[in-house]
């Protein structure tokens, strides 16, 4: 029966030692990366339960969260980012015009079909 020297117990324990130290930063890194999957799952259901969601007429003293829709100068426009009170739809880059609205041309006199 063949013995181990003291060289190669040595080394076997070194060897466990590094392999020992290894699993451990691996296990800690499965940790971290749990726990962030896990929130990135609760933020998730979050933006899928909101969706887009239509705010009415705009108002200058409200500020909108991400996703919101409001109808401004007869056109429609979505948050792409949140705002803050006072940020317009045509003015600030907070929004995107989702629809334009149907605007009547204006005629000006003289115009075929308008009596002078």
Known sequence: MKTLSQYERDQAHIIGKLVGSELKALDAKIAQLQT???QLKERLTEVEARGVKYEGVFQRAVSYRR???VSFKN?????????????EPLSSKAWQLCLKGFQEPRRTTGQRGESS
Do not use: N
């Open 36 to 38: 962030e999957i896990a």
């Open 67 to 69: 996703g919101a829709v």
């Open 75 to 87: 056109c429609l426009f979505a948050a792409i980012v949140d705002t803050q009170p006072g940020d």
